[in-house]
Nanobody, 125 residues
Framework: QVQLVESGGGLVQAGGSLRLSCAAS????????MGWFRQAPGKEREFVAA????????YYADSVKGRCTISRDNAKNTVYLQMNSLKPEDTAVYYC??????????????????WGQGTQVTVSS
């Protein structure tokens, strides 16, 4: 099991930027893909971005492609989500998650076994 703690959320105006961080502890971080998901009020949790265990592969939802960058620092057991050109529709609670299986990357929630508590991102128009 891995423990995940997100930080970096907040209130920002449309067009602004935020950088989310997720610190991991409890197992070999560098063996597991990591993902970011988000959930807006009244909506299902949705995929935002994922990064492979080595950081060599990344995947993005169409809604954030070109505006967000996922990265990781295995020496610091931390994954990041840089979000630029934020829009009001990006408002949600953002969660980081660790893949269920080592050396396996996915974009669906069922393939992630550990979740952080979430960090609120609010984009005002």
């Amino acid at each position: 099991q891995v423990q995940l703690v997100e930080s970096g959320g907040g209130l920002v105006q449309a067009g602004g930027s935020l950088r989310l961080s997720c610190a991991a502890s409890g197992r070999t971080f560098s063996s597991y893909a990591m993902g970011w998901f988000r959930q807006a009020p009244g909506k299902e949790r949705e995929f935002v971005a994922a990064i492979s265990w080595s950081g060599s592969r990344t995947y993005y939802a169409d809604s954030v492609k070109g505006r967000c960058t996922i990265s990781r620092d295995n020496a610091k057991n931390t994954v990041y989500l840089q979000m630029n050109s934020l829009k009001p529709e990006d408002t949600a609670v953002y969660y980081c998650a660790a893949a269920l299986k080592a050396f396996s990357i996915a974009t669906t929630t069922v393939n992630y076994g550990s979740w952080g508590q979430g960090t609120q991102v609010t984009v005002s128009s």
